[in-house]
């Protein structure tokens, strides 16, 4: 199946199941597929923490129980398994290079790099941060490495980095987004690891014209950069999706921290409890806030309810039974968890979808195009990758 067949096939059935993933538990009580098959809900609502856990950790167990409830989870699924692309065989790494790589970081890095043929054009790390993955292709390659990276100091970190390395490393600091940063893409085989959102699309939009020697991008946060909605790469792309819908997409936690986890729960349960309350004053109805400050969850959940009503313009009571609202939290974002079983069984076609975009936007710019795994979703979920190179 070419790009654009894998597309279409998966657009189709986005476009005609867009009922279990556009509404969000979080912000909808009871999506309307509850009424309509109560079987499943009940089902989904019954699952025991064991069991969910599990699912949260492994996606394939979930869709294996879901499919037979759902059949369509199945077919995406066949539509989502893209092909593990050939690696080549690396040389040992010199331990001394990497002593500043987290080890998850330095895996992924590894992973990017054998998986592509050698550099034959100097390289241009977009979106660099210390230039970890540049500098070790420029060594792999033995050819000069460009590094395009935002900030200041990763800038001057990379410098330092690659000081004493033999590389022969020349950074740019700059912004990604502004046009004067494509003159930089010329002849370049351009490698950008988990830009997110429109700072890898950017790459894309572009590629016709901006001369590119060739592409290795492996796509992170889509939702990134897309305020007012999803701007497709390619004529076929017509599924409509605003910054909610993107964020499904990246949704999967396999590799975060337990900390991560306990931090995420105590937030979303905080936030369903001050919903809770704040329905029971005005009225129930589907309301969105802006992000939470991160100090604000080093207080207590009743200072918390109390800095949101504040900002929200939602006036109290005198009295509030602030271990009420907490448990109700608590119950409500238990059911959240278990109504996203569905809506997250969805998550990994949209990811797909929009890396078929890309493809086919790199694809109508001049380019062939291989997409396929770089890794295990163990190492990142974010293990997809282009590779493409000008038709000659």
Known sequence: MNHRERLLELQSGLHAHEAFWRPSPFQVRRPAWCEELPALADAVLSLDEATLDRFIVDPDACRGWLAPRLPVVETLEALCTLRQLAPRDLPQRDPRADLFIPGRKLAQIDAFAAHGPAAAAPVLEWCAGKGHLGRRLALLDRVPVRLLEIDPALCRAAERLADGSGVEQSVTCGDALDETARRHVRGHAVVALHACGELHRTLVRHAAHDHAHSYRIAPCCYHLGAGEGYRPLSREAT??????????????????????????????????????????????????????????????????????????????????????????????????????????????????????????????????????????????????????????
């Open 239 to 392: 599924l409509a999706l605003d910054e909610r819908a993107l964020r499904l997409a990246v949704t999967e936690t396999v590799t975060a921290p337990r900390n991560v986890r306990t931090r995420l729960a105590r937030d979303q349960a905080w936030k369903l409890g001050f919903v809770a309350l704040r329905n029971e004053i005005e009225g129930e109805a589907p309301r969105s806030f802006m992000p939470v400050p991160a100090s604000w969850l080093s207080r207590d959940f009743a200072d918390y309810c109390r800095a949101l009503a504040e900002r929200e313009g939602v006036r109290l009571p005198a009295a509030v039974d602030w271990d009420h609202w907490l448990a109700a939290g608590e119950r409500r974002r238990a059911e959240v968890r278990r109504l996203e079983v569905v809506r997250h069984a969805f998550r990994r076609a949209l990811e797909v979808w929009l890396v078929m975009d890309l493809a086919l936007g790199l694809e109508d710019a001049g380019f062939e195009v291989q997409a396929g795994a770089f890794c295990a979703r163990a190492l990142t979920p974010r293990n997809l990758l282009l590779f493409a190179r000008r038709r000659a």
